[in-house]
């Protein structure tokens, strides 16, 4: 009869049953099969843990790819807070020579006044001069202050015209500076936001490798409680497979 292979196999001792032919094959064949599934699962649980090997260390190239352009960020973000500085020194030399530079026009607009004065009463003594009758030059007294005051106007003239003379070159010398500073700061600016270019690549490069690396500690984590399922599934079937022998 193949009644007795309605007997759960786990309850099957031979010590006491005598198994069929019949019954041997199906205990042959459920061994077989169970033997079967457990290398499946051994094929499984070798790929899965392939995977969770390969997507932790993965995760841990992606991370230190990370750490490594959030250093490189840092130096940049220090290279672009020194240009800022610079900048701001720069915009401070600017002003206080644009404010020198307008200090010395009006002080080259009142020498200007001052010299036109000096030379229209250097012009008036000229005129004056020629226009005196020799009768009223009694002494050689006389003479020597009339030409002695058109002396002392023509030296007070070019005093002043010395004068005029070494506030235009200062005030032509600040423009140069104002000029070259300008420029400079142009060209600062043009490194900081070229800085800022890099530094703006780089922090999202920093963020894609993050996510990737996020990623792949999820799925290093989902395949992780896989094998952990298979390796239960797998004691399960060979904890079968010896109650059938």
Do not use: C, W
Not at 37 to 62: C, F, G, P, R
Not at 138 to 164: A, K, Q, W
Not at 168 to 179: G, Q, Y
């Amino acid at each position: 009869s193949f009644a007795l292979s309605l007997i759960p196999f786990q309850n099957i001792s031979h010590a006491e049953v005598t198994l069929t032919p019949e019954q041997e094959d199906a205990l042959k064949k459920a061994q077989n099969e169970k033997e079967d599934a457990l290398d499946e699962l051994k094929d499984k649980i070798k790929t899965y843990q392939k995977i969770v090997n390969l997507k932790d260390k993965e995760h841990d190239q992606l991370a230190a790819q990370a750490e490594n352009l959030a250093a490189q960020s840092d130096v940049l973000q220090g290279d672009i807070t020194s240009n800022e500085r610079r900048l701001a020194d720069l915009g401070q030399q600017i002003e206080s020579l644009e404010s020198r530079v307008k200090e010395k026009e009006k002080v080259i607009g009142v020498q200007k006044d001052l010299l036109a004065n000096v030379l229209r009463s250097y012009y008036d003594s000229q005129t004056q001069a020629v226009g005196v009758a020799p009768m009223l030059l009694t002494s050689p007294d006389d003479f020597d202050r009339l030409l002695s005051g058109r002396d002392h106007l023509f030296e007070t003239g070019e005093g002043v015209r010395e004068m005029l003379s070494g506030i235009v070159n200062l005030r032509n010398s600040l423009v140069r500076e104002h000029t070259l500073a300008s420029e400079k700061k142009v060209e600062v600016a043009s490194v900081k936001f070229q800085l800022e270019q890099q530094n703006a690549y780089l922090e999202n490069s920093r963020r894609n490798k993050e996510a990737l690396a996020a990623k792949a500690a999820t799925e290093q984590a989902k395949y992780s409680d896989m094998v952990s399922d298979l390796e239960k599934q797998r004691k399960a079937i060979e904890d079968e497979i010896e109650q059938l022998d």
